[in-house]
Structure formats: C-alpha cells, structure tokens
C-alpha cells in the first residue's frame, strides 16, 4: 500500500517538476517583460545541448549544468542586443522576431552539431521501494525544481536587483527618472530568462536527452502554464505547475500519455474560460 | 419638480484602497445642463465612467429614468440613450469624419436617414470640409467636435461631456459653449470643466466634487464663491 | 484593370508547365488561410491562433465525407458547415464570456493543439468513419479531387484545381471586401479602430465579433477542403504548431493591416520555403529564421503598407520637386 | 454611405498582389524551363529526384541517407554511367513536411522529368508521393524500414518489413535468453501499431506471453508512468519500437530505473537513427536488435562500404542502417535500369517483375521479390557494445518480406495500389 502511494506521489511531483522547470525561463521573459519569446523552447534545447557537449568534454556533470545555463545567458543577451531591445512594447513583433531566432537558432544547431540527440549519462543510479525503483536523479530533479522556483521567489522579494526589476517592468520611465539604468536591467533580465530556461535544459538532459527539435515539445505547454497563472507570475507558475502536473502525472498514470497531455490542455481552456486573469488573479502579492 | 432623468444613489468605487467615488447621490432633472467641477483626481471621470459602464460600481446604484443601469454593459446603456464624450478623444482615428458620423447614425437609422442625419451634424458641428479627411491627420480641436457630433447623430436623451473644451483655442471653445447649447435644447446634458468662463456661458447649476465626494451643489456664482470651493482650488488657478 | 488581372492569372495555365500550377495553387489555397486570419486580426483585432482548427477540420471532414463515396461536392459543402458550426460554438464559448485578448489567443491556439494531438492518437485499427481509416499519423492519403460536375467520373486536375483555387481566392477576397462595407463590416472597422466607442455608440461588439469569427472559420474551413483537393491528402500536420505559426507569419509580413498584404505575404513565404528547398544550401530553417528577424527589425508594419508608405514618399517627393521648379 | 476612404487607395493592392504572383510564376517557370525537353536523348543524364528531409524533426534518419544515395551515383557514373548516361541527381529537402514531400514529387517528375524518386522516410511520406508517382506513372524507391503491405508496382520497398525482422529477433530472445514474458512498446503511429501486432503473435507462436502493449506520440519524452508500470508487470523482456529523438529519453530513463541488468530490452527500431551513437555505454550496452546492416558486420563488403562512405562524406562517424538503404536503393534500381536496357520507368518496372534483380552489397545479397516489389535480405542479431556500436550475435540468410507476400501479389494483379494491413489476430 505504501509503495503504490510513494509511486503515486513521485509521478505527479515529477510531473509537477517538470512543468516549473519548463516554465520558469518564461515566467520571466514572457511574465515579467511581456516578450512573447517563442525562441523559449530552443534556449532549453541549448541548454541541454551545451551540458551534453560540456559533460563529453570531460567537465563533470553538476559542473557542466549551471555552466550551460550561463552560456545560454549569454547567448540570450546577445540576442536581446541584437534583435529583442528594439522592440520592447511591440509586443507581436517580439513574436515574430523570436519565432525568427528560434528557426534560426534550430538550424544553426543541426548545422553545426548535426540532428542526432546528445546526452550525457549520470551515474547516481536508483533507489528500491518494494517492487518499484526510482531513479535517483529525478528525485534531485523534483529537489531542484522547487529549490529554483523558492531562490528565484526570494531573488525577486527579498533583495535590491529584485526591486529594481519590478520597478522598471511595471514603469521604465518611472525607474529611469529615478537613475536606473533600464537598457541595462532589460538586457540582464531577459539574459537571466534565457539562463533559466538553459538551465531547465541543463538539468532535463540526463534523462531526455537534447535533440535540436526539442524545443517544440516544451514551448506550448510552458507558455499554457504560465499564461493559466496569471498576473503574479511566479506564484502564478507554481500553481499552474501544480495543477496542471498533478492531472498529467495521475491521467497519464492511469491511462495513457496521450490523455494526460489532452486533459492538461482542457483543463486549462476552462480555467482561462472561468478565470479569464489567470489563477492568481486577485491575489495579493508581488510576483 | 419632474421625476429626474438620472439618479445615483450612494455610488462607490474603490481602486487599490482609494475611495475614487465615494457614496454619492446626485440627480438631474430632465432638460437640465449641469457642469461638475473639482479638482483633479476628485473623482469626475470615474463618475462617467459608472455612468456609461465601463466601470463597474463596488456598490450603490445609478437609476435612468427610474430604471436601475447598475449591472448595464457600456452597449446597453448606450441603447437607452446616453452618450459620453471622455475626457481623451476616443474616436475611430483610422476611419473619415464621415465614416465616423455614419457608424453612430446607422446604429438608430435606416441607410438613407442616417446619410441625412450625418450631413445634418456635419453642418452643425461645421466640419462638412473635413467629411472625407481621416479623424486621426484633424487637429485635436476638431477631433473633440467629431466625437461630440459622433454623440449627437446617436440622438441621446441624457449626454455627458467629459472636458469638452479642453486644449481648444478662444474662438473654439466659444464655438464649442454654443454647440453645447444647441444639444441642450434636445437632451440632457452634464459636463466636466475647469474653465470657469466656459462653465458660465453654459451652466446655471453645477456640482464641486472633492475626494470622491459631493462638495456643494449651487448655482455657479453661490458655488464660485463659496469659501469650500476656493480652498480645495487653492493654489490652482481656474483655468 | 481587376478584370484584366483576373484574365492574365487565368491565362496562366496555357503558358506555363503543371509544375507551376501546382506551385501557385498550394500559395492560393494558404493565401486563404492567412486571409482568414487577417480579415480577424485586422479587423475586429483578435488574434485567434486556432484558425488551423478550422483549417484541418475542414480537411478531414471532406476527406472522411468524400472517400465514403459521398460525391465529392456534398463532401466540400460539409467540409465547409462543419469548421463553421464548430468556430460558432467555440467562439460563442469564448466571446461571450469576454474573455481577454491573450487568453483568446492561447485558448485558440490550445484548442488546435487539443485537436492536433487527438488525432494523431487515432493510429489504431479502432478508429474508422464509416469506410474511412482515421490513421492518426500518417494521415489519409488518397484523398479525391473534385468531381467535375458535367463529366462523369472526371476529376479535376492541375490545371482544374489551378483554376478553381484562383477563382475561389479571388472571390473569397472580393466577399470580404464587400462585406467590410456593409453595416456589419463598418462595425468591424470602428472595432479594430476603438472597441470602446463601438460599445459606448450600443453596438454589442460580441455579435460582430461572433460574426467575425465564424465568417473566418468558414474560410478556414474552405481553405482545409481546398487544401485537401490541392494535395489529395489530409495529416494531423494540418493543426499543428508550426502550421498555426507559419500563418501568423504569412499574416505580418505581408501586413495584417490590409486584406491583400497577407495574399502577397503567403506567396513570399511559401515560395521561398519551396525555393530554399530546392537549392541544397543546408537547413533551410536557419536562412528562413534570419529572414523574418531581419523583417521584423526593418518593416514594422509589413511589407505591403512599407512599400505603398515607400512609393508615395517618393511620389510627394517627386511631387514637391515639380511645385518647386 | 460613404466608406470610400481606403478602397480607391488600396483597390490597387489586389491587382499589384495577382500580377507579382503571375510574375513570380513566370520567373520561375523560365527558370527551370530551359532546355529539358531533350532529357532523354542519348547521352543526356538520366535524372533521378531524391527528396528526404534534409532539415525539420526527421532529418535524424535523413542525412546519412542523402549521402548514401549521392555516394551511389557517385561510383555508377566513375565506372562509365549506366547505359552509357550519367546519373544525375536531384536533390529536394522536404523539411519534415508531407505537404513538401507532395509539391515536390511533382516537381520532379514534371519539372525535371526524373526516371525515378528515391526518397520519403515516414510512412506518410510516401503515402503522399504514391498516388502522385501513379498519377504520372513513375516509379518510387522508398529506402526505409516500414510496417509493409504496399501492394504497388510503381513502388520499391528497399528496407526491412516487420515479419523479416521480427521472425529473427524474437525466437532468438526466447530461446536464447529465455525471456518468455514480454512488455511491448510501440510508437503511436501506424508502423508501431502493426509491428507490435506482429511481435504479440510472433512472441505468442513462440510460447511466449505478452503482459501489456502500450504506444507512444511521437513528442513523449517523459517515461517515468510507463516505467512505473513495467515495474508493476515485471516482464523477462521489454519490446520496444519507439521512434525519433523524444524516444531516445525510454533507453536513457530505462536504464537509470530499472537498468538492462534486471531486465532485457531488445528492440526492432533502436540503432536505426544511430541512437547508440548518442548513449553513454551503460544505457546502449545489452539492447537486442535485429539489422540487415551495422557498420560492425565482419565481412569484406560491409568494411570497404563504411570506409568508402567516410571518405565520401568526410564524416567520420557511425554511418548505419539509413545510409547504407540509400546506397543500396540506387544500386537495386541501377542493376534494374541495366537489365532492362533503359531507364524510363516503365521499362523498369518490368525488369522488376522478373525477380531477378539483386545486388549483392554491404549488408549481404539483396534481391527484389518480383510479386511484391519487397526485398529479401539477410538479417542479423546483433547487441549493443559499449563502444557505440553493436557486436554481431548471429544472422539469418536471406529473410523474405513475408508478411507482405501472404496478401500481394502484383503478378495477378498489376493495378492493385493497396497497402494491405496484414491480418494480425
């Protein structure tokens, strides 16, 4: 009995985990800075992509993730000084432009790393319940999930670069009267955006493997989540992820993968229909 | 005295902790021309907007004729015949004077009258040169006059003015005091102003809102001169 | 002039080989497509991402009705009813609760997404229409072309479906320009400009934007039974993300502003995906990807309004240049 | 009503819109016109097309094969053309996109007027070219592993069918290992519908028990409910034909859940899409396949093939079972173009009906069963190394597609275009 309750409670943190991680990066660009970033899907992809390569050449693992995240920053700020800067507040042309980066970006990669799936194995093995075992790295997984979501809460709540990106994403003129840099804090934003979705990558690689059409397994359901959670976009994300990772971890469960991705869908057409601002709509609080 | 055209009983509106209307009771007689005046912030344009619905009260009750429009949507007021002119020009800028004109009139017209109707309020408000100009390339005098004519052609019962004058040179807002006038002999008519000339030329009545509340409601040299008024005024000229 | 153009475009069969007919029909089959997506972005300013919904739907229907031995004019007509009937309902569901622009976006969208995945469950021998093997997939292959009426048991061929998807592009255009002049498209105007002052003038802008939405969804549909004619085979494809994308990219770059901007838009596209196909250069995306971030950066507001803004620069240039002398 | 303004302006834009895409039209119709009418005079090249995907989500089975087929031409035309011609190919990347698959199946055969299409990987790939390749009676060579059952004679299946395949694999997992207890795992598409079929009856003809079937989209990445189940079912052998990129996350999420040393996982699609090349050594090690070619396979042919390949393409890594269907659907077609003394399909296509074409290449001798247009082949089991590769375990001399011969037969019935599903109980 107590093993199918463990196993019952594993699937669906697993697959509220995985929802935070794909949706955390966006949360950010796309909840905060109103930049519809379709390109989301590929900076996971290069993250993933980046700790296969760095782990092959021998960096170890829990090296080479946050390594990943960092460089996909980067690759993140570049973007956003060449393209993304130009076009804060035409809020379809950050559509378009980022759709452009993602094909561009897909097409680079198989250029140059060829279309096979890259990985890199771990090694942490797995755990005995009864009849069932889980692999470790999925329970660190599900750890590090929340651990983000709680670091990226605290960042935003807690410490002085947080409210000066609050400040300048509700009012950039305000915040720039009152001496902040806001090209600045737009461009380390939307980098810390692309660094949290490199890192999603850089922490699913393991076990998913990164492949350079991956991203457009992610992209849609991140954006549901973050979309279903509304104004406050971190506790937004959290609640979506939970919903939406408990129906998908319990209906494909029981059914089938199909269905759990069906229902999730469905679920959150209604709660959009009912809850037109999103699930925290109302609440009080700040992000 | 006759059954008022519009009534409000205790109104209010909260934004973020601000009581931005607080309470409010105000009525009007029918044929009436009522200017409201109060400073910034004190809670007009928040009034109108309950008013014509687009914003939902967070309690109380507006009454037309009698007839509660608390819970109406903006189209359904706009059926039972009020007309609003906000306080920024909001107009179809993308479309002609005509155009304009026409989509107001073909609401309550068939095709041939409203055409009549349209060149009848063009006349009025003078703008026929301009008929086949884009609304958004007018001068934004102009534009105030297009969307007052815009309220007109839709032949209003009760029609409220958010800062009719606004911006507008000399000769314009005394252009724009006799089109007022001119609405008033067919509808009941409320307006927001801080031009006290203006408010003269037209009002006899008008009502100070202060804080989301009704200050004084006096006839405009009793108001005017009302030691109240010029405190919350103080430091402002009336201009 | 119009009439002149239509003339030359139906001339273009004698000239030119199957090949290019068959190229230029798929342009005007998407071409509807993106029409139907601008003529609601455009004008009544809702950006609905599910217009592959209605797309596949009318796709699959004609080719379920049709390769049941339903002739295959009956088979088009359902194929049309069918997505219409289905953006009423949904968009009854939607605008009437009036719900939020994005939302509306994402919902559309997730509602593709939901159809998209449902059918690409259907692989299974259980799932069959009457005669017809859903396949998931793999899609239906075989699908028939259109019967021609006076002909026994002929079908149309390239050149048929040529003709008949530029005639039914030019009158789909032509219908949406009338209707933009009737009251109810004058209302549909005044909604892109300033939905505030529709509904304060008492229009209810959830009627004509119902009206708006279902009007699209007919040619979304149209445009899924054509596209099934064109290349004989309907695929989960139909709904899918890249699909649902790919038209909002059609849709910008030709500017959403106008109705013919999306036409000129598709054919640019499509045409130079096809083209970058053909030419061996590698991935085909990563030339595609830096063409729209470039476009993006350069023609805000599409390509078509750049130009026509381009040549009456020039012509007030010109212009002065004259007064001046 | 007066709603001119904008439509005296923008009444033009139609016209401006029609007359560039009659203009585009023309453009590229001068373009490619030029001088193709005399495609088939002496001398002139015969044109084959090959479409594949060379960018998009399918180009994981694609690029070697492109290679394959250019590296094909490539050595009939240094040893003098066939029939005297040059080959010349003409390559289109269909993206990922049936709809492109389509477009250009018709390009090629009206536009550059080609003998024959080599190309389509999915199953619906090639269920769009077909009608267009009857349609102007062409000939299709699809070089690809499949579910089988097209019954066509304008069609050339150059891959493995499931009961070749599968007839190998599965007595060998049986009686050799002793798994008789089996879980099966299937891509949600037809091909893994109708190869599971096969494995439960195969499995069962064999004394074996299937617990639990289950399919997979194509887009499924997280395995973690499926693993949870197996666990449940604690199956000897797990079956899987699973597909594409998103899949490859079962062999990695398998081997740190339950891991290959508790349970066997033996599988008729894995290597294919050179996954192993891509696994660390723990997660390939132990997978079971069935493969009518390895780079591994110890034999003359096989060694000079992947070397030629490697040299050819300038890549040195594992070449697979796709590249070498490419290299191996040229040749069937060049020895049927020489036997029947010309290239044009029809001729062909007779040549094919003889059953007498073969060519005996890297992975064994290839030979095309005249009454289904479907190759008999040698299959070999082989296992995962820890080198990225596969040791050879054992082979089966020349399996004929036999599920496809029990329902076509194109002697008796040379219109049939069915693609039969074959009666699985």
């Not at chain 2, 349209?118 to 408000?125: D, F, H, Q, T």
């Not at chain 2, 958004?136 to 003015?161: D, K, S, T």
């Not at chain 3, 953006?87 to 605008?95: D, K, M, R, T």
């Not at chain 4, 110890?298 to 040195?316: L, M, R, W, Y």
């Amino acid at each position: 009995m107590f093993e199918v309750v463990a196993i019952y409670a594993y699937q669906i943190l697993f697959s509220i985990s995985i929802f935070i991680l794909i949706s955390l990066g966006l949360a950010v660009i796309f909840g905060m800075m109103k930049v519809i970033n379709l390109a989301h899907g590929e900076f996971i992809m290069l993250g993933a992509l980046f700790c296969a390569q760095l782990a092959g050449a021998g960096v170890p693992l829990f090296l080479s993730i946050p390594l990943a995240g960092l460089i996909v920053g980067l690759v993140g700020i570049v973007g956003e000084r060449l393209v993304i800067r130009y076009l804060y507040g035409r809020v379809l042309d950050t559509l378009l432009a980022t759709w452009g980066m993602s094909l561009l970006i897909v097409g680079a990669v198989t250029t140059f790393f060829g279309p096979q799936t890259a990985s890199t194995p771990q090694d942490l093995g797995n755990i005995s319940l009864g009849t069932f075992s889980i692999s470790v790295y999925s329970l660190l997984m599900i750890l590090l999930a929340f651990a983000l979501l709680a670091a990226l809460y605290l960042v935003w709540r807690m410490t002085r670069a947080g409210l000066i990106v609050r400040t300048t994403m509700q009012n950039a003129a305000m915040a720039q009267a009152l001496g902040i840099d806001t090209d600045r804090v737009f461009m380390l934003t939307f980098g810390f955006g692309a660094a949290l979705a490199g890192l999603t990558g850089a922490i699913l690689v393991p076990l998913f493997g990164a492949s350079p059409t991956m991203g457009a397994f992610y992209i849609a359901k991140a954006f549901v989540t973050v979309i279903a959670g509304g104004p406050l976009p971190l506790t937004g994300t959290l609640a979506a992820s939970s919903l939406f990772g408990m129906i998908d971890g319990a209906v494909a469960y029981l059914t089938t993968s199909v269905l759990g991705e069906i229902s999730v869908l469905f679920v959150a057409i209604l709660l959009l229909r009912f809850l037109p601002k999103g699930v925290t709509r109302g609440l009080k609080g700040r992000v | 005295m006759s059954a008022p055209i519009l009534e409000t009983r205790q109104l209010s509106k909260t934004f973020g902790g601000v009581k931005a209307i607080d309470r409010i009771d105000f009525s009007l007689a029918p044929g009436e021309l009522r200017c409201l005046i109060g400073p910034n912030g004190a809670g007009k344009s928040t009034f109108f907007k309950m008013l014509t619905g687009q914003h939902r009260p967070d309690g109380g009750q507006v009454l037309l004729n009698g007839q509660d429009i608390t819970a109406a949507a903006a189209h359904e007021i706009g059926r039972l015949g009020i007309g609003i002119k906000n306080q920024i020009p909001d107009v179809f800028d993308g479309l002609s004077v005509a155009e304009n004109l026409t989509l107001a009139a073909r609401f309550i017209l068939p095709k041939a009258a409203a055409a009549r109707k349209v060149a009848e309020v063009l006349a009025r408000v003078q703008l026929e040169p301009m008929a086949g100009r884009l609304v958004g390339e007018l001068a934004h005098g102009q534009r105030q006059w297009v969307e007052i004519a815009m309220v007109v052609a839709r032949e209003p019962i009760l029609v409220l003015l958010d800062e009719p004058s606004a911006g507008m040179s000399v000769e314009e807002t005394a252009r724009t005091a006799e089109l007022i006038r001119e609405i008033n002999r067919e509808a009941t008519v409320v307006a927001v102003e801080h031009n006290m000339q203006f408010i003269r030329s037209i009002a006899s009545r008008v009502t100070v809102f202060h804080r989301g509340r009704i200050l004084v409601e006096e006839n405009v040299d009793k108001a005017l001169s009302d030691r109240r008024v010029r405190d919350v005024y103080l430091g402002r000229s009336a201009a | 002039m119009a009439i002149l153009t239509t003339v030359g475009l139906m001339a273009v069969p004698s000239f030119y080989d199957f090949a290019v007919q068959y190229d230029i029909s798929k342009i005007f089959v998407l071409a509807l497509l993106a029409l139907s997506m601008s003529f609601l972005w455009g004008y009544v300013g809702i950006l609905s991402l599910g217009q592959t919904a209605m797309f596949g739907l009318g796709g699959y229907v004609y080719a379920i009705v049709a390769m049941n031995s339903v002739d295959t004019a009956t088979a088009a007509l359902i194929g049309i009813v069918c997505p219409t009937l289905f953006s009423a309902v949904l968009g009854y569901f939607l605008i009437w609760g009036r719900i939020g622009d994005i939302y509306f976006s994402v919902i559309t969208l997730a509602v593709t997404l939901i159809l998209e995945k449902a059918i690409r469950a259907t692989s299974g021998d259980r799932f069959v229409i009457g005669k017809v093997r859903l396949n998931g997939q793999n899609g239906i292959p075989g699908v028939p072309s259109l019967e021609i009426p006076w002909e026994a048991k002929a079908t149309l061929f390239i050149d048929g479906v040529y003709y008949l998807t530029a005639a039914v592009l030019i009158l789909v255009y032509v219908g949406l320009r009338l209707t933009l002049t009737t009251g109810f498209g004058q209302v549909l105007v005044g909604l892109r400009e300033n939905r505030r002052r529709v509904e304060l003038l008492g229009y209810d802008s959830r009627h004509y934007c119902l009206g708006a939405f279902v009007l699209a969804g007919a040619v979304a549909g149209l445009a899924g039974v054509l596209f099934a004619v064109w290349g004989n085979f309907v695929g989960p494809s139909l709904f899918d993300l890249d699909r649902a994308a790919q038209i909002v990219i059609w849709v910008i770059v030709g500017g959403r502003m106008t109705l013919a901007g999306p036409i000129l838009g598709t054919a640019l596209v499509v045409t130079l995906t096809t083209w970058l196909g053909t030419q061996g250069v590698g991935q085909v995306t990563l030339a595609l990807g830096a063409m729209l971030t470039l476009f993006v950066l350069l023609f805000k507001k599409g390509l078509l309004p750049t130009l026509s803004e381009l040549l009456s620069a020039v012509a007030r240039w010109a212009a002065s240049r004259r007064a001046a002398r | 009503m007066s709603f001119t303004h904008g439509q005296e302006g923008r009444g033009g834009m139609l016209r401006c819109v029609l007359t560039a895409l009659a203009a585009m039209g023309l453009a590229a119709a001068s373009l490619t016109d030029a001088g193709q009418d005399a495609a088939a005079q002496e001398g002139h090249p015969i044109v084959i097309a090959n479409i594949l995907d060379r960018s998009g989500g399918l180009n994981i089975y694609s690029l070697k094969q492109i290679q394959g087929v250019a590296m094909a031409v490539d050595e009939i035309n240094k040893s003098g053309g066939l029939l005297g011609r040059p080959v010349e190919i003409r390559f289109y990347d269909s993206q990922s996109d049936n709809t492109l698959n389509a477009q250009y199946a018709t390009n090629a055969l009206l536009r550059d007027k080609a003998d024959a299409i080599h190309g389509g990987i999915t199953s619906s790939s090639r269920e769009v070219m077909r009608p267009i390749v009857q349609r102007f009676g062409s000939l299709l060579f699809y070089n690809a592993l499949y579910e089988g059952g097209v019954c066509d004679r304008r069609h050339v299946s150059t891959g493995m069918v499931p009961a070749q395949q599968l007839e190998a694999l599965i007595p060998y997992v049986i009686n050799e290992k002793g798994a008789r207890k089996s879980y099966i795992l299937a891509a949600d598409y037809n091909y893994g519908h109708i190869t599971a079929k096969w494995m439960k009856n195969i499995v069962e003809a064999n004394g074996g028990e299937v617990v639990n079937i289950e399919f997979f989209p194509l887009d499924v990445t997280n395995f973690a409910p499926v693993l949870a189940r197996i666990q449940e079912a604690a199956p000897d052998v797990v079956y899987s034909a699973l597909v594409g990129g998103a899949h490859m996350g079962f062999y990695r999420q398998f081997e740190s859940t339950v891991g290959k040393d508790n349970m066997l996982l033996a599988s008729s699609t894995y290597g294919v899409g050179r996954e192993q090349t891509e696994l660390s050594p723990e997660e390939g090690r132990g997978i079971i396949i069935a493969t009518s070619f390895v780079d591994g396979l110890d034999t003359p042919a096989a060694k000079s093939f992947v070397e030629n390949f490697k040299a050819f393409s300038g890549e040195d890594d594992y070449v697979g079972e796709y590249g070498e269907y490419g290299y191996r659907g040229v040749m069937l077609w060049a020895d049927a173009v020489r036997k029947a003394g010309d290239a044009s399909p029809d001729a062909v296509i007779m040549a094919l009906k003889s059953g007498e074409i073969s060519f005996d290449g890297p992975g064994g001798l290839y030979s095309i069963d005249g009454k289904t247009n479907h190759t008999t082949m040698d299959i070999h089991i082989a296992v995962g190394n820890d080198k990225g590769s596969f040791d050879l375990l054992q082979s089966f001399s020349q399996q004929p597609p036999l599920d496809t011969q029990l329902v076509c037969d194109l002697h008796a019935n040379p219109d049939d275009t069915t693609q039969y599903e074959p009666e699985v109980q």
